[in-house]
């Protein structure tokens, strides 16, 4: 173990990039995988172990190819992007058992491997954009996750699959576009793509050049702002999550977003936010403003959605809005909101996903209403929907007040008492769609449709459990989530110009 530590950052990267090449040489959908299933468990393990290396012993510099930054290419962890290895990293290792009775119903045989080499392919791609320091290495890991993601939407057996993966391949090509504009202009400023060295080097760029360094931010926060699906960027998420596989949309949905919301978040504050004095320019105020926007028009449209995967797709619109609403506030509190929140929503989302799987895989449909009296056939699956259900309202009791209290708090602290009014609002709207699948799935006869319905295996339903658990437990017991972020954003803030 002594001989592999020092490794840990690049076998983060290379180990599922082999697991996906093994994968696509095999032909079987059960030896893809129980690949991927090892996999998948092996990663949370690394991550764990790079974090609390972080936490005790500082950041962690890791040189390719034995060339030294800034002339090669750096892994390099901190608390920051550690904090988000662990997160991508779990979810895949619980969601994984999830996915071999899932992906056997909806994907056809000869599809199934394929799936996973194209799972360990996206989750390659993930890792990698987190702990690369490097700006255009991480342009390369974003692609290679999003056109992994394109072929497991795509694969979906409806038919709008395909043209919803089209969607998010085009939308997908002009915010790479944006991001790669905005990183050329940064290496025509400071001659280095290494981001410790960009940021070290801003400053003169800023002194003599400032338009140039603003177009700069400009095309890398659009870039990533249709990446993360941010409001009004967001019109590829709903089909994509609605029509794709049910274990792809698990994934993507607790995972893809909250990774290019870190990206964001690494610009921001530790690269353009320690040269310049990036809460001067307008663009706190654009993103509060659209954050609001997020909040209150994709939950409106939430309200009225019937198929239960499309609405929590528009949930998921929302929900993104609390993250950069954090972001937006840039002070202590709404940030560390901001960040507890990526976690948080990553975990209610992907059970709320997860049981609306469990439910497509017993009863062949997620539409409202073919799913009366659902709770009554399926009571755990339900009972987990509820339990994450609160949470997206932000009940007291789970993880998601605590989301929101913080970033009450960080309204406060900006002065913005009106604030703490709209994030209370939004989520009363919450309450309405969330209530109308409960009112469906508890009050309600169960329909003929659903007659012989139950709760699925156990390899289904454990991760949901576990996922709905982890709701109520990290709305009590903080020290992994709010505690870790309120250290994080603590650091970031202290370092800003």
């Not at 974090?51 to 892994?75: A, D, K, M, N, R």
């Not at 699925?456 to 870790?484: D, K, N, Q, R, S």
Request: glycine share 10%; proline share 4%; hydrophobic share 55%.
């Amino acid at each position: 173990m002594t001989a592999v530590q020092p490794h840990l950052p690049v076998l983060q990267v290379v180990i599922p990039l082999l697991g996906a090449l093994l994968a696509g040489l095999l032909r079987r959908g059960t030896s893809g995988f129980a690949l991927a299933l090892a996999v998948s468990w092996l990663m949370p393990l690394i991550a764990v172990a790079l974090l609390c290396q972080v936490l005790t012993g500082g950041p962690i510099s890791y040189h390719l190819g034995g060339w030294p930054p800034p002339w090669g290419i750096e892994y390099r962890v901190d608390a920051l992007n550690g904090f988000v290895l662990v997160l991508v990293s779990t979810i895949g290792a619980v969601g994984m058992p999830f996915s071999y009775r899932s992906v056997a119903l909806e994907l056809e045989p000869r599809q199934q491997a394929w799936f996973y080499c194209m799972y360990l392919l996206c989750l390659t791609g993930l890792l990698g954009i987190t702990v690369t320091g490097d700006a255009f290495n991480a342009f390369v890991f974003l692609e290679i996750s999003s056109l992994s993601t394109y072929v497991m939407i795509a694969l979906g057996r409806d038919r709008r699959a395909l043209l919803s993966s089209y969607q998010y391949l085009i939308m997908g090509t002009i915010g790479a576009t944006f991001y790669i504009i905005g990183v050329g202009f940064i290496y025509l400023l400071t001659g280095s793509l290494n981001m410790v060295d960009i940021s070290a080097r801003l400053g003169a760029a800023w002194a003599s050049q400032p338009s140039a360094v603003i177009a700069a931010l400009a095309f890398v926060t659009v870039g990533l702002s249709l990446k993360l699906a941010l409001f009004p960027l967001h019109v590829w998420l709903p089909n994509a999550y609605a029509y794709a596989p049910s274990f792809t949309t698990v994934f993507l949905s607790a995972t893809a977003t909250k990774v290019t919301i870190y990206l964001l978040i690494r610009y921001y504050f530790t690269i353009f936010g320690v040269s310049i004095d990036f809460r001067a320019l307008p663009i706190t105020e654009v993103i509060v403003v659209l954050s609001l926007a997020a909040m209150f028009i994709a939950s409106l449209v939430a309200v009225f959605e019937q198929n239960v995967k499309r609405m929590l797709a528009y949930s998921s619109v929302a929900q993104i809005g609390y993250i950069t609403l954090g972001i937006g506030l840039a002070d202590q509190a709404g940030l560390t909101g901001g960040l507890v929140h990526i976690v948080n929503h990553a975990l209610m989302k992907a059970a709320l996903f997860m049981s609306m799987g469990a439910v497509f895989y017993r009863v062949g449909t997620v539409n409202l209403k073919d799913l009366a009296g659902i709770g009554r056939k399926m009571p755990i699956t339900m009972a987990a929907f509820t339990v994450a259900g609160f949470g997206l309202i932000g009940t007291p009791g789970t993880s998601g007040f605590i989301s929101k209290w913080y970033l009450a708090l960080g309204a406060f602290e900006r002065g913005w008492w009106w604030l703490v009014f709209l994030i209370v609002a939004s989520s009363l709207i919450a309450v309405v769609y969330v209530g109308r699948v409960l009112e469906v799935a508890w009050r309600r006869e169960p329909s003929p449709a659903i007659a012989e319905a139950s709760d699925p295996p156990l390899t289904m339903l454990v991760p949901i459990v576990l996922l709905a658990a982890a709701t109520v437990y990290f709305g009590f017991f903080t020290e992994w989530t709010a505690g870790v972020a309120g250290t994080v954003a603590k650091t970031l803030i202290g370092g800003l110009k």
